[in-house]
């Protein structure tokens, strides 16, 4: 058996990530991966449609395969930066699909979108199922004209990941894949892992299942939830409040905001019970609230547990991981540290509506971790409102 302490090296070319910029008419090849990229110019235009993809403040052109030769236990970070331009008079929506991933040379470890296995869990696996983890970002979902979004990749492989048998599994199997790969000719070899990843650049025009831009993730939005009425500006009973919601779509009815502001401070208990004057509809903040929010920064948001390595928190897409996640994080006293928290800025700690073991989970300027229920803490709670309240701006 291979020791789990031992630097094992895992050969790859872990990402051929296949970017695909879709118009009415038009498509677009750009590939890319860790190293040697060329100097190519790659573009769009029809009519008012100009989509761009830059690396290193070059235009990426199409298929390009460009390799990570190593990855291993306590690698630093490897983090892939795309900046996609829209250089054209036309909005566009952005979304990326994982059409396959591959890990090792395993059938169980093979994954490919189907009726059957959707973007999503291809995603989550990748993410969170192995010791090493790749986690991809789009940092906007909407760009105008004129404006750009970014694209990630991020690659991690912690030195300990807390499961001993896991890491000393995958350190195995990885030396195992090497060897097979060093008897072979060199037309021969086949990276370790590879993922294959459509981005799409398409005309702003809405379906029920996309995004729907008028909500967008952090939209500052004003609203008086005593009247359950939107407003123009903070005074009085109307408060300032942004979107939570990571995407929310066309078909939903609701959209869930966070108010700028408190119901004053108190226990956790307290907290509980708040009962303010609104005719709004409201839940209380719940810790897979913020988390899922947090998770889109894949490389400052982090899960701290006492005595073993940091990681990312990686892409969180439902419900099922977040309760894992957070699960994980009180059965082993752990926390999670992140660079900010933009929809509230307070020195002050604020309760969420979820228990960690004789503590409740709180928030602050940096983290997210166990308070002491008899703290006096912000109590915010979140506004859940039909978008035929909220006229389009």
């Known amino acids: ?35 040697g990229l060329a100097a190519a110019r790659t573009e769009v235009d029809v009519k008012a449609w100009y989509i761009e993809f830059e690396k290193n403040n070059q235009a990426v052109s199409n298929n390009i ?28 929506k952005l979304k990326y ?17 189907n009726n059957n296995t959707t973007s999503e869990y291809i995603e989550d ?6 010791p090493f983890h790749i986690d991809i970002s789009l940092d906007k979902l909407y760009i105008d004209a004129k404006d750009q979004a970014v694209f990630k990749v991020n690659v991690t492989w912690p030195l300990d990941s807390g499961n001993d048998a896991l890491d000393s599994l995958w350190g195995r199997k990885a030396y195992q894949y090497d060897q097979t790969q060093a008897t072979l000719q060199e037309e021969e070899k086949e990276p ?17 299942d996309s995004v729907d831009i008028n909500y967008l993730l952090g939209k500052r939005i004003y609203y008086n939830p005593v009247n359950d009425t939107k407003c123009t500006s903070a005074a009085g009973n109307c408060i300032e409040t942004h979107v939570i919601d990571t995407f929310n779509k066309v078909e939903d009815t609701t959209v869930t905001l966070l108010p700028n502001t408190d119901l004053g401070e108190g226990t956790f208990q307290q907290y509980q019970n708040i009962s303010p004057n609104w005719t709004t509809n409201y839940r209380l903040l719940t810790s897979t609230d913020i988390l ?9 948001s982090k899960i701290k547990i006492n005595g073993i390595s ?5 892409r969180v897409l439902d419900n099922t991981r977040a309760n894992s996640i957070i699960n994980n994080i009180v059965t082993n006293n752990g926390y999670i540290e992140y660079s900010d928290f933009a929809y509230l800025q307070s020195v002050k700690c604020i309760w969420t509506n979820t228990t960690y073991n004789d503590l409740g989970f709180a928030l602050d300027r940096t983290k997210l971790y166990g308070e002491n229920k008899n703290t006096e ?11 035929t309240k909220l006229a389009v701006e």
């Open 1 to 35: 058996m291979l020791s789990r302490k031992k630097k094992v090296y895992l050969k790859i070319n872990i990402v051929s990530i296949l970017f695909a910029v879709v118009s009415l008419i038009s498509v677009t090849l750009a590939w890319f991966a860790y190293s």
């Open 65 to 92: 395969v460009i390799s990570l030769d190593d990855i291993y236990p306590g690698m630093e970070p490897k983090t892939e930066v795309i900046n996609i331009k829209n250089l054209g008079d036309t909005e566009a």
């Open 97 to 113: 699909k994982i059409s396959k991933a591959r890990i090792l040379d395993a059938n169980a470890d093979y994954y490919e979108m």
């Open 125 to 130: 696996v990748i993410s969170h199922n192995y």
């Open 192 to 208: 370790s892992i590879e993922v294959t990843i459509n981005v799409t650049a398409e005309q702003a025009i809405d379906d029920l």
């Open 292 to 300: 899922k929010v947090l998770s889109l920064d894949i490389q400052n």
């Open 310 to 314: 940091d990681r990312v928190i990686g």
């Open 377 to 387: 803490c912000r109590m915010i709670p979140v506004l859940i409102v039909q978008k």
